[in-house]
T-cell receptor
Framework: NAGVTQTPKFRILKIGQSMTLQCTQDMNHNYMYWYRQDPGMGLKLIYYSVGAGITDKGEVPNGYNVSRSTTEDFPLRLELAAPSQTSVYFC??????????FGPGTRLLVL | GQQVMQIPQYQHVQEGEDFTTYCNSSTTLSNIQWYKQRPGGHPVFLIQLVKSGEVKKQKRLTFQFGEAKKNSSLHITATQTTDVGTYFCAGRNNAGNMLTFGGGTRLMVKP
């Protein structure tokens, strides 16, 4: 199993540009999550999904959108990039109760 | 909303010294998880505690869950340079779908 994969690894955006961060898991996990981690800080939940077709907001959803059309994929969309969205973005999944498995992260710089 | 606080933020130790990080939640938790993040890496699951007063050991690491299920600790005996990283606690409330992460404790070990 590849586990949780994320693309791209690193991206530079200009203010106002849009992009989609991709996340795929091959473990057939129902639960998937998007977090952001600012330098030296903890993880903040952006959005999560408990299964295909179901998504919900986390702590910091403003400026982001998600969709979950399949069990495997959970893309995160930034519509109008702002410098405040400069961060490292982690996708994670879990099967039920228990461990979350994190992807390697996407480093985003908005200039 | 639920808040999870961790102390200390940083800890420098000499190799061979012990290390402890503490985690406190503003609300009662259904369970608590611990993760380790190496510099430049992603969080990796270490353990989950569920029962009030539970103590679990993994080699030199000892994890405790408080009697009131609102606090937890991670103790590392005789630190090694391989222990370097940031340790996060993450609490799950009774609704069960989201983890709230603490801010992390960054451990630095001098050889």
């Amino acid at each position: 199993n590849a586990g949780v994969t994320q693309t791209p690894k690193f991206r530079i955006l200009k203010i106002g540009q849009s992009m989609t961060l991709q996340c795929t898991q091959d473990m057939n996990h129902n639960y998937m999550y998007w977090y952001r981690q600012d330098p030296g800080m903890g993880l903040k939940l952006i959005y999560y999904s408990v299964g295909a077709g179901i998504t919900d907001k986390g702590e910091v959803p403003n400026g982001y959108n998600v969709s979950r059309s399949t069990t495997e994929d959970f893309p995160l969309r930034l519509e109008l990039a702002a410098p405040s969205q400069t961060s490292v973005y982690f996708c994670a999944s879990r099967p039920g109760q228990g461990a979350q498995y994190f992807g390697p992260g996407t480093r985003l710089l908005v200039l | 909303g639920q808040q999870v606080m961790q102390i200390p933020q940083y800890q420098h130790v000499q190799e061979g010294e012990d290390f402890t990080t503490y985690c406190n939640s503003s609300t009662t938790l259904s369970n608590i998880q611990w993760y380790k993040q190496r510099p430049g890496g992603h969080p990796v699951f270490l353990i989950q505690l569920v029962k009030s007063g539970e103590v679990k050991k993994q080699k030199r690491l000892t994890f405790q869950f408080g009697e009131a299920k609102k606090n937890s600790s991670l103790h590392i005996t005789a630190t090694q340079t391989t222990d370097v990283g940031t340790y996060f606690c993450a609490g799950r409330n009774n609704a069960g779908n989201m983890l709230t992460f603490g801010g992390g404790t960054r451990l630095m070990v001098k050889p």
